[in-house]
């Protein structure tokens, strides 16, 4: 495997050599399926920040036209495009991804994410009139971007393109344990000839770029993805310049099946969202809701479908779940294993045993009779564990997949769509899949509760990036 090299970071339409950095500062960027490093990125700091928001707002022009955004945003597409078998191997080797996974949910969903953003610029309304006001939508500003390590492409793509398209002009920062494909996305930027500031890129740690970006006085507006608990520290700082933030954050999404319900496909699809991208997926279905009544039907349905997600090398087509992205990441998940079964839940499969010599592997484990008020059905892992509870009736299995702090996805199955749909109002979650319904890249997609604020993808996610500005005209038109 090469090694990948950045020694610059990406200010004002050019690479450049970190501020203050001449003693060489690097991240280490290490391959989960061998421990080995395999690049490094630059270390930038503050300094670093205000420079890259400063080139933003000089490139920022509050009256750019819908032309110019459609010009950016096509460019920026086709040149992401080309290199995509090139991210696809990036993913692979920097957080695990399984090549079947990363050619297709890690390069082609924001490829598809980023048409819609497309999509909704070439028929949105940006003044409309209301009365006797005209109502203009304008762009927010500069928008500082931090992306999490799970989906590093995807991450990117859903907060810098329809900034782009929305005439705002971004500073990104990336995970420390996926920067390369984001690097390749800037570089495809850069191949698409942004101009200078519209796109800048600082690297390094969180508590120093991500803290400044948050708390920078001239940064409009803030989108994060990633941990509940780190969105709380950016809104706190944000909040200190009363600055806007959109926060998408953790989830403990509950795969619910009622009564009636095509029980071998909701246990498969279900198994199936549980384990993808090895379970570090922010919408995971990780907690199944399974009928008292056909529990053990479920839970010998369950062992046969995890039988067939084989563990290894994500760069063997065959393997369907890799490495956990990081060290820290495979002590996390291996904790709440060990954790789980002190808690009493039964293990079904899996454990927290490590099953290679090398390589930051979980076996993919399920819990059954989970109680639902423990940590492992409160609490968001980020692996390959399901936690099976069962319940009562229709009104038990809505008190428990309302009942955690989170709610950011889910599902509901039953015996008519009609009457999933009815069970899904009221469940507090901001998006559910109806009797396995297909995922939608234009849809919104955000949390209630402590799973986030606002809203990504589609209208919904561009319209984020947008001020609304009403002008008081004499006369109703």
Known sequence: MPTFEHDRLFIDGSWTTPSGNDRGDVVEVIDPATEAVIGHVPNGGAADVDAA????????????????????????????????????????????????????????????????????????????????????????????????????????????????????????????????????????????????????????????????????????????????????????????????????????????????????????????????????????????????????????????????????????????????????????????IERAQRDGARLLTGGAEPIADVGYYVAPTVFADVDPDSELGQEEVFGPVLAVIPYADADDALRIANGTPYGLSGAVWAATDDDAIAFARKVQTGQLDINGGAYNPTAPFGGYKKSGIGRELGRFGFEEYLQTKSLQLKEQV
Request: proline fraction near 6%.
């Open 53 to 336: 928001v400063a080139a933003a707002r000089r490139a920022f022009d509050p009256l750019i036209s819908v032309a110019e955004r459609r010009d950016r945003t096509q460019r920026v597409i086709a040149a992401m495009e080309k290199r995509l078998p090139d991210i696809a191997e990036l993913v692979t080797a920097e957080m695990g991804a399984p090549v079947r996974i990363a050619q297709t949910v890690q390069t082609q969903v924001p490829l598809a994410v980023a048409k819609g953003v497309a999509q909704v610029l070439d028929t949105f309304e940006f003044e409309e009139h209301i009365g006797n006001s005209l109502v203009l939508r304008e762009p927010y500003g500069v928008v500082g971007a931090i992306t999490p390590w799970n989906y590093p492409l995807y991450q990117v793509v859903a907060k810098v393109l329809p900034a782009i398209a929305a005439g705002c002009t971004v500073v990104l920062k990336p995970s420390n344990e996926a920067p390369l494909s984001v690097f390749a996305f800037v570089q495809a930027c850069e191949d698409a000839g942004l101009p200078p500031g519209t796109l800048n890129l600082v690297s390094g740690p969180g508590r120093v770029i991500g803290e400044h970006i948050a708390a920078h006085p001239d940064v409009d507006f803030v989108s994060f993805t990633g941990s509940t608990g780190v969105g709380a520290r950016v809104g706190e700082l944000a909040g200190r310049s009363i600055k806007k933030v959109a926060l998408e954050l953790g989830g403990k999404s509950a795969n619910v099946i009622l009564d009636g319900a095509d029980l071998a496909t909701a246990v498969k699809v279900g198994v199936g969202n549980a384990f993808l991208n090895g379970g570090q997926t922010c919408m995971a279905w990780t907690r199944m809701l399974v009928p008292q009544s056909r529990y053990g039907e479920a839970l010998d349905l369950i062992e046969s479908a995890v039988a067939r997600y084989t563990v290894g090398d994500p760069r063997d087509p065959a393997t369907r779940i890799g490495p956990s992205a990081s060290r820290s990441q495979f002590d996390t998940v291996r904790g709440f």
